[in-house]
């Protein structure tokens, strides 16, 4: 069966420090993979997807980016991190468009 | 692209019907349900693709309106544990990722 992991869980990190979270997927092959992020009020923000490696296209211009450097496995980072960046962060897969999302446990960034 | 919902909130009593409205100003090829408990990632309930179907779930059950680019769910007969807050995502005819509402917060009450 298909898994999804990310991690870290939980994460506190002060203004100005870099950020990587990652995300790998399990029991399938050339997966599309997303990164969402659920702040106050903002409901689900689609901030990066790929559809495969190399092919990333990025939703909202933002302090962050996303890497894809194997098939299954997508890194989101940021070089400097800002308050505005705190929330929670879903890594998701699913096969086709109109397919189901499977998303991970989730990261909770705080920014202090 | 991000799909409006309505009601933001609602708190029913156990037993109580809800409906959650999403609406887009695109023109759309499906639409997702997800549910999601405070603290846990979303939960699938439900696609409905384009053609303007009706889809159910037990108890929760949603229509997609293409030439409205509407979308409802329908709860009946609420229970506890549908509390949480209900997303509706939507893929364009052009676009490929889905795109959430900001959500809907429901409460069921005993």
């Known amino acids: 069966s298909q898994t999804i992991h990310q991690w870290p869980a939980t994460l506190v990190q002060p203004v100005g420090s870099p950020l990587s979270l990652e995300c790998t997927v399990e029991?399938?092959?050339?997966?599309?993979l997303y990164w969402y992020r659920q702040a106050a009020g903002r409901g689900l923000q689609l901030l990066f997807y790929?559809?495969?490696?190399?092919?990333i296209s990025s939703e909202v211009p933002q302090n962050l980016s996303a890497s894809r450097p194997q098939d299954r496995q997508f890194i989101l980072s940021s070089k400097k991190l800002l308050l505005s960046d705190s929330g929670f962060y879903l890594c998701?897969?699913?096969?086709?468009?109109?397919?189901?999302?499977?998303f991970g446990e989730g990261s909770r960034l705080t920014v202090l | 692209q991000q799909p409006v919902q309505s009601p933001q909130a609602v708190i029913l009593r156990e037993g109580e019907d809800a409906v959650i409205n999403c609406s887009s100003s695109?023109?759309?090829?499906?639409v997702h349900w997800y549910r999601q408990k405070h603290g846990e990632a979303p939960v699938f309930l439900m696609i409905?693709?384009?053609?303007?179907e009706q889809k159910g779930h037990e108890k929760i059950s949603a229509s997609f309106n293409e030439k409205k680019q509407q979308s409802s769910l329908y709860l009946t007969a609420s229970q506890l544990s549908y509390s949480g807050t209900y997303f509706c995502?939507?893929?364009?005819?052009?676009?490929?990722?889905?795109?959430f509402g900001k959500g809907t917060s429901l409460l069921v009450t005993p």
């Open positions: 029991g399938t092959s050339n997966p599309n």
């Open positions: 790929s559809i495969g490696i190399d092919q």
């Open positions: 695109k023109a759309l090829y499906s």
């Open positions: 998701a897969f699913d096969y086709r468009v109109t397919g189901e999302l499977f």
């Open positions: 995502g939507t893929v364009g005819n052009s676009g490929y990722a889905l795109n």
């Open positions: 409905l693709l384009k053609g303007g």
